[in-house]
């Protein structure tokens, strides 16, 4: 009998233990070696903005982030502001009236000409011009001379006990950060960075700073604080001490109550990071958390209505590509940015002729950028394609031209919808492919969601390699 009551009891206790294993999904997905976090689009006040001076917002960050890409002297705040409104003076006077271009200095009592209208006067330029009395800067809307406006944000849980923070995610950066329960805003005199979720001792006793700095500058934005230690859990995975920083002063592009995320994690090479750690993709690998050092992208286009992105560690889903699509070439960048060979390119199936390109892929960057010359060759190629004036091209909204990369043997083609940056009326839109000059990189594109939005994109650090398929 006691044979009996102790097989039932063993039996029971298994039964219990394959029950529970069953049921800890840190476990599975340890042994699959990756995990997947959703990976949500955020349009960011775009509606209010005049398309053409997005436009110029997307070019300076685009600018300033190639330059600091390629290792050149980066345009000064002084130029950006000049680009911008130089693009605010090509629009009609009753649009160019609702701005006031940051940094720019109005003074309305002594500024009245004879016939009554503005001089509207930008710092360290010689002449004004002048705009309706009615766009006087307590009147107008403010506007930056650089700016995001689409974030790819996932959500992932830091502290003890843990608490959500949706984080930004950026290819073409080296830094993890969030804000300090402490942080002051730089534009606002003093004040706290917005409504976000914030990480200190109150809000975490496992929560220790290093009191060592970091200073980044980002194409849009500024953030400085102390390097911290911290739990972080991504998708289940949990990093304990993680080193990242906590930013005590954030730039308006970060501590605005708008802006759609609660910090920064940068996913490219740890040979960026100013902060000298370890990425947390890179993390998760060395602690054997998940198989490699891979961040995959799926990212979704707002025109198809739908926000299905996701970033997968560890590896690719192949449930997101086609897989006999997935070529994979070694990483060029010597820094530590992703950069790949272009073979060719097209339009329609015809060649641009612009052999010998190289291609830097940012999730960080908006639009398609490259030197003017090849810009201009491109646009040559596009039926209806006209120049805006400004160093920039518009096409027909409708246009179904297309334009493609080949890219380790395999064509790569930008949906035509994605050539529409904005609709600017008359059905014209403004061209999602700008033009850069000054960098001293005359073969180099820096590739941002104009056409990383059509293709599913792959990155490995420990085999520095870079993988791309197109999408199903």
């Known amino acids: 009998m006691k044979t009996s009551f102790l097989y039932l009891y063993v039996t029971l206790v298994i039964a219990i233990l394959c029950k529970d294993a069953n ?14 976090l959703p990976l949500k689009r955020v349009d960011r006040g775009r509606d209010n903005i005049h398309p053409q001076l997005l436009l110029q917002q997307q070019l300076n960050n685009a600018h300033r982030r190639m330059a600091r890409m390629t290792g050149v002297s980066e345009p000064s705040e002084e130029e950006m502001r000049k680009r911008m409104v130089k693009r605010l003076h090509s629009l ?9 271009v940051q940094g720019t200095d109005f003074t309305p009592v002594d500024s009245f000409s004879a016939d009554g209208s503005l001089s509207f006067h930008v710092e360290g330029t010689e ?15 403010h506007l930056d001379i650089v700016g995001i406006d689409v974030s790819y944000t996932a959500t992932i849980q830091i502290g003890s006990p843990p608490r959500d923070f949706s984080i930004l995610m950026d290819s073409g950066s080296g830094d993890f950060w969030v804000g300090s329960e402490d942080c002051l805003s730089e534009e606002t005199d003093g004040d706290g960075c917005g409504n976000h979720v914030f990480l200190g001792n109150l809000s975490s006793t496992s929560f220790v700073d290093t009191q060592t700095p970091f200073d980044i500058t980002y194409g849009s934005g500024h953030v400085s604080g ?32 708008n802006a759609p995320f609660d910090g920064l994690m940068g996913l490219g090479k740890s040979s960026l990071s100013t902060q000298k750690v370890l990425t947390p993709v890179e993390a998760l690998a060395a602690g054997g958390l998940i198989n490699e050092a891979i961040t995959s992208y799926k990212i979704s286009r707002r025109k198809d209505g739908t926000n299905d992105g996701e ?3 560890g590896g690719l889903d192949p449930a997101k590509f086609d897989q006999s699509t997935l070529v994979t070439v070694p990483n060029i960048n010597k820094v530590g940015f992703w950069e790949v060979s272009v073979n060719s390119s097209s339009v329609d199936g015809v060649s641009t002729g612009l052999d010998q390109r190289t291609a830097i892929l940012d999730t960080g960057t908006t639009l398609f950028v490259g030197p003017t010359a090849d810009v201009k060759k491109i646009h040559s190629l596009i039926d209806g394609a006209e120049p805006d004036g400004n160093g920039g091209f518009t096409v027909p909204c409708d246009t179904n031209a297309t334009v493609a990369l080949t890219i ?19 059905g014209r839109c403004i061209s999602g492919i700008g033009a850069a000059d000054g960098l001293n990189a005359p073969t180099q594109w820096l590739v941002g969601d104009t056409f990383l939005k059509n293709v599913y994109l792959s990155t490995n650090v420990d085999k520095n390699e870079v993988s791309l398929a197109k999408l199903t």
């Open 23 to 36: 049921s800890l999904p840190t476990t599975k997905k340890r042994s699959t070696g990756t995990v997947v």
């Open 92 to 100: 009609p006077g009753n649009i160019a009236k609702r701005y006031n």
């Open 127 to 141: 002449n004004g011009s002048n705009v309706d009395a009615d766009s006087l800067a307590e009147n107008s809307l």
């Open 226 to 257: 102390t390097k911290v230690k911290d739990t972080v859990v991504m998708a289940g995975l949990t990093l304990s001490g993680h080193e990242f920083g906590v930013a005590n002063t954030e730039s308006k592009q970060f501590s605005d109550a």
């Open 311 to 313: 970033i997968t560690f």
């Open 408 to 426: 380790g043997g395999r064509e790569f083609a930008i949906d035509s919808r994605d050539l529409a940056f904005g609709n600017i009326g008359n």
